[in-house]
């Protein structure tokens, strides 16, 4: 049965909805949202945008908002960007393309690195003074999946690495793709940007896209006794660019 639309809605929602047109249809990028965030016990105010894959392509918004009640949006995931600063005409900006990892952005696991590189980009995104963070929820587990990404971490403890376990599980190695990040972060800017990375093929993948990259800036830091044989294997095995004095390769 279809809803009565209350046209208010419309129209406070549709000056904060983009479309994007892709090869397979559209993103919606909705947006900016005022987010104050607490960042290391300071609050630092960042402009959220979250984005939307379709098959349909309108401008006409209604449509998509009439869909979403029904499409069960919470059993998938939907990626998002936080902004900061004059993003669109600085003429300096950083970003970080940040894989969703459950474990480590949300508990603080110390089995990889990446709540501490979560984090740690935001700061040098808004110590730099403008810039972005992708959150992109389609990489768990380097794009195999939360439940594949549990079961490799079983493998992971009975002598397996990183690399092993997902081949081992039917997985290539990196299945993560970087095409509507891409789409997003031209929508939001067109000057070029520097990538926090310490990974060759994330920058590879944005000149491949055409993006004019102007440098990378590495980020490493949060060495312990329980990642350091993972961050071995992203130096080692994944051809991650090591940092002299701040990685823990031999
Ligand atoms: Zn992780």
Known sequence: MKKTFDSKVLEVLEDKIK?????????????????????????????????????EVTEDFER????????NLAELQQSSVLVYGD????????????????TGDIFGSKRCDCGFQLKQSMKMIAEHGNGALFYL?????????????????ILQENGYDTVEANEA???????RNYGDAIL?????????????????????????????VSGREPLWGDISKYNEKYLKTKVNKSGHLEVEGTCCND
Request: aromatic share 10%; with cysteine.
């Open 184 to 212: 997003v972060l031209k929508a939001l800017r067109t000057k070029p940007v520097t990538l926090i990375t310490n990974n060759p093929k994330k920058l590879q993948a944005l000149k491949n896209a055409g993006l004019e």
């Open 64 to 71: 998509i908002i009439n869909k979403l009640s029904s499409v």
């Open 87 to 102: 993003f669109e005409y600085d003429k300096d900006a950083i970003i970080r393309f940040h894989s969703i990892c459950h």
């Open 137 to 153: 929820a389609n990489h768990e587990g380097r794009g195999i999946g939360l439940f594949s990404k549990a079961m490799a971490y």
């Open 19 to 55: 479309l994007i047109k892709t090869d397979k249809g559209a993103i919606y990028l909705v947006g900016p949202i005022r987010l104050p965030v607490n960042l290391y016990g300071e609050t630092v105010v960042f402009q959220w945008y979250c984005w939307l894959n379709c098959d």
């Open 169 to 175: 599980l039917g997985f290539v190695d990196d299945s």
